[in-house]
């Protein structure tokens, strides 16, 4: 089970850090996605990391502003979201892919195990 936390209500070009707790098993050796979905918009790929956290991916519209981050001992992983845009709003969710790591790690239908969401609004 994994569930998201870290959402809220934040100003255009403020941060928020969004996190991701495993339980019920250990994720440590998968890799792990965030994904967001807009009111009316499909769900789109945010950022994912594998295990170890060497190998990382991010969509182009987050480069250089989000980062993401896993902490294997805690089962966990966090987004870290710097200088957020009204755009940046919607529902966040954490997924995991308990396969190894791929260069397709944006697809959503790589992805078992997915968290409830956990929403940020962004305003302007």
């Known amino acids: 089970q994994l569930q998201a936390c870290g959402g809220g209500l934040v100003q255009a070009g403020g941060s928020l850090r969004l996190s991701c707790e495993a339980s019920?098993?250990?994720?440590?050796?998968?890799?792990m996605a965030w994904f967001r979905q807009a009111p009316g918009k499909e769900r789109e790929f945010v950022a994912a990391?594998?295990?170890?956290?060497?190998?990382?991916g991010y969509a182009d519209s987050v480069k250089a502003r989000f980062t993401i981050s896993r902490d294997n001992a805690k089962n966990s992983g966090h987004l870290q979201m710097n200088s957020l845009k009204p755009e940046d709003a919607a529902v966040y969710y954490c997924?995991?892919?308990?396969?190894?790591?791929?260069?397709?790690?944006?697809?959503?239908?790589?992805?078992?195990?997915w968290g409830q969401g956990t929403e940020v609004t962004v305003s302007s």
């Open positions: 997924a995991v892919d308990p396969g190894p790591w791929s260069l397709r790690y944006g697809l959503g239908s790589r992805y078992h195990y």
């Open positions: 990391i594998n295990w170890s956290g060497v190998h990382r």
């Open positions: 019920g098993r250990t994720f440590s050796r998968s890799s």
